[in-house]
Antibody, heavy 117, light 112 residues
């Protein structure tokens, strides 16, 4: 069974940094593209970043480009999101999501990031 | 970016009755490989999203057959043949044909 467990969320001041992690199990991690998707409080879903099978191919939503970095460690079965220069509008639950057949077939439980002074 | 527009945004339904949600995209979702990368997701209260339908009409494993997806090009529909209490939540459409992937605003399904 596919299992994705996010961690690393918390309260951070504007301009601060945070690193999210996603531990994957139940599948061959290195065979799948991986993503971060976020959901602001009471709002809808927004794709944030994707990473292909290696770290050579990554992409980001415009609003986080230059501030967030997605990475992966295939040996550890882990996905990461390094977030810097955080803004209030980055406040959200961040989900790790696998790209199985045709996008986002499995999701973690999410980790809450709150950006506030 | 491709805009996904869902309707209605709120859907009160009676238990045992059918329900239907529409989603329209601002561009055709047919990819160059001939496939249409359009999915439906369910998010129950307090839970993570769960994919129900992929590539328009394919049900994910474990999804009850009362859920069905249809459509083509720019217009898509999710149907629930007989609504059950566990179907309460928010439903999102999503496209992956054009980068970046984008979601609809969500449709909140509640019991009357």
């Amino acid at each position: 069974e596919v299992h994705l467990v996010e961690s690393g969320g918390g309260l951070v001041q504007p301009g601060g940094s945070l690193r999210l992690s996603c531990a994957a199990s139940g599948f061959i991690f290195s065979n799948y593209w991986m993503n971060w998707v976020r959901q602001a409080p009471g709002k809808g879903l927004e794709w944030v970043a994707s990473i292909r099978l290696t770290e050579n191919e990554r992409s980001y939503v415009d609003s986080v480009e230059g501030r967030f970095t997605i990475s992966r460690d295939n040996a550890k079965g882990s996905l990461y999101l390094q977030m810097s220069n955080l803004r209030a509008e980055d406040t959200a639950v961040y989900y790790c999501a696998r790209d199985g057949d045709s996008f986002f077939d499995s999701w973690g439980q999410g980790t809450l990031v709150t950006v506030s002074s | 970016d491709v805009v996904m527009t869902q309707s209605p945004l709120s859907l009160p339904v009676t238990l045992g009755q059918p329900a239907s949600i529409s989603c329209r995209s601002s561009q055709s979702l047919v990819y160059s490989d001939g496939k249409t990368y359009f999915n439906w997701f369910q998010q129950r209260p307090g839970q993570s999203p769960r994919r129900l339908i992929y590539r328009v009409s394919n049900r994910d494993s474990g999804v009850p057959d009362r859920f069905s997806g249809s459509g083509s090009g720019t217009d898509f529909t999710l149907k629930i043949s007989r609504v059950e209490a566990e179907d309460v939540g928010v439903y999102y459409c999503m496209q992956g044909t054009h980068w970046p992937p984008t979601f609809g605003q969500g449709t909140k399904v509640e019991i009357k």
